[in-house]
């Protein structure tokens, strides 16, 4: 007997069978996460992670009855997985108060050797954990790192004051390692030369500790490295010879240190660098031309190193046409500032203040495109401002050329403006007759002060009979002009009558 279906109950059964079909898919799924989330983690994996957070977080945590199955239903906030031959292993570790409910440390937080048992780990951040200094100081363990060696990736110590002593010579068995970061921490002593063992470093941050002595000349091995920060510490000497091995880098900070010497035609290698930050330390030298070749940098400080002196002239800035900032304040710069700084395109701040530069600014400084802060004051700059009166409103306080004291400006008056002085330079006098700096005792040649307004009309031409009376604000007449006045008046009545 042959069945037949109506339209509507055909595509009600399709559509049960469509629902069977997802059903048993959607059930697979589950089973094989049901066996992800199952999967087992060996004992001595789950009781080294149990003690490594108890060291930290204090002995009051309990792991086993808290946290029965940590990488599985019962996740630990900071704690990571992987699943390594069907079993669960810790991958990364990360103590400290980065979310609301991450694992923050007790007062009497202190390493355990748990920690270095953990077979897999890959990441391991202690962050805001050793607080005090005084209460609670804290070494980083003494325990063997090499136990992490095959494994560990990243390291990292973050904002811990109360974290104190020397980096661990052992660390330097880390030969995985691409991020070590100490940052903020109260880490003293010298770099240990193992540092340059870390051969696939990428980043090194090691930066506001107390560290003392040289920069290892080993660090200068490091040739995969990107970033090196070693700013804000009390390392001293000159920068090693090796540093031109760091040809892959993107960032070098060395600033607030006392390191001195002269900066390394070597530097010229470093072809990829972006950030070159020497500023705050005891460099000499002068600048050097092989700067020019490093055409990646788009910030270049070195602010604050009053022994540098030299000057501007001997580097073609041209060469440097993705530059955006560059701060030389504070260096003992002599000369004058060089056209081909008004090359530099793309440059937001440039900042050549408390120096001995003399000669007159490059007027077309204000015409760089990008730019929004220029600082030129305490030199011993000279001549006239020719920069448009437009630039000193969009500037305001961002541009400086104060304590200059043969500097002046020359202020057009524009129709936006009845007051040419609201736009004027801050701390720049206007120009006397002769295109010096006046004082507010300059007059002109009738004894009396030049208006401003007179001054920036172009009114300042030396050979001109006629002068300005301030007084009545009309102009002097001779006798010959009274009889042509007269003259004019007697001619006007008889056209009047005729």
Not at 274 to 301: A, H, R
Not at 415 to 424: E, Q
Request: with cysteine; net charge neutral; proline share 6%.
């Amino acid at each position: 007997m042959k069945m037949s279906f109506s339209p509507p109950l055909c595509f009600l059964i399709m559509l049960l069978l469509l629902s069977l079909s997802l059903f048993g898919v959607s059930c697979r799924g589950q089973e094989q996460e049901n066996a992800s989330s199952g999967a087992p983690m060996e004992r001595g994996e789950q009781e080294a992670l149990y003690y490594a957070i108890q060291g930290f977080v204090g002995k009051w945590w309990n792991g086993s009855d808290l946290y029965p199955d940590p990488c599985g239903w019962t996740p630990i906030q900071g704690v990571y997985c992987d699943l390594y031959n069907g079993s669960w292993y810790v991958s990364s570790l990360n103590i400290g108060p980065v979310y609301e409910n991450s694992l923050k440390c007790a007062r009497d937080a202190e390493f355990t050797h748990h920690l270095f048992e953990l077979k897999r780990l890959t990441t391991l951040s202690i962050y805001s954990c050793f607080l005090s200094p005084h209460r609670n100081r804290v070494r980083i363990s003494s325990f063997s790192w090499g136990t992490l060696s095959n494994t560990l990736e990243s390291l990292e110590f973050r904002s811990n004051p109360g974290l104190i002593g020397t980096i661990p010579t052992s660390i330097g068995s880390l030969k995985q390692l691409q991020s070590l970061v100490l940052l903020e921490n109260g880490l003293t002593g010298s770099l240990p030369m193992e540092l340059g063992n870390l051969i696939n470093l990428k980043r090194l941050v090691l930066s506001s500790n107390g560290f003392v002595g040289h920069i290892p000349p080993a660090l200068g091995g490091l040739s995969n490295l990107l970033i090196l920060d070693c700013s804000r510490n009390n390392l001293s000497g000159p920068l090693p010879l090796t540093f031109g091995g760091l040809t892959s880098l993107l960032k070098l900070d060395l600033s607030s240190n006392n390191l001195d010497g002269p900066l390394l035609r070597e530097l010229g290698n470093m072809r990829n660098l972006t950030l070159l930050d020497l500023g705050g330390n005891e460099i000499s030298g002068g600048l050097i031309q092989d700067i020019q070749e490093m055409v990646s940098l788009k910030e270049m400080v070195m602010s604050n190193n009053p022994t540098l002196r030299g000057d501007l002239t001997g580097i073609e800035w041209a060469n440097l046409e993705d530059l955006e900032v560059l701060d030389l304040s504070n260096t003992g710069l002599r000369g004058h500032i060089p056209e081909s700084m008004t090359q530099l395109k793309r440059l937001r701040f440039l900042g050549l203040r408390d120096n001995s530069l003399s000669g007159t600014p490059p007027p077309d400084l204000a015409s760089l495109p990008r730019i929004s802060a220029l600082y030129l004051n305490g030199n011993n700059l000279t001549g006239q401002l020719d920069f448009p009166g437009a630039f000193y409103g969009k500037m305001g306080r961002r541009f400086g050329a104060w304590n200059n004291p043969n500097l002046c400006h020359r202020l057009p008056l524009t129709s936006s403006s009845s007051s040419p002085a609201a736009n004027a330079p801050l701390g720049v006098r206007p120009c006397s007759r002769g295109g010096n700096a006046s004082g507010s005792s300059s007059s002109n040649r009738a004894g009396s002060p030049l208006p401003i307004a007179k001054m920036s009309e172009g009114y300042d031409d030396p050979h001109r009979d006629s002068q300005i009376e301030v007084s009545s604000g009309c102009p002097s007449w001779g006798w010959r002009g009274k009889e042509t006045m007269m003259l004019a008046g007697v001619v006007a009545m008889i056209a009047m009558f005729a």
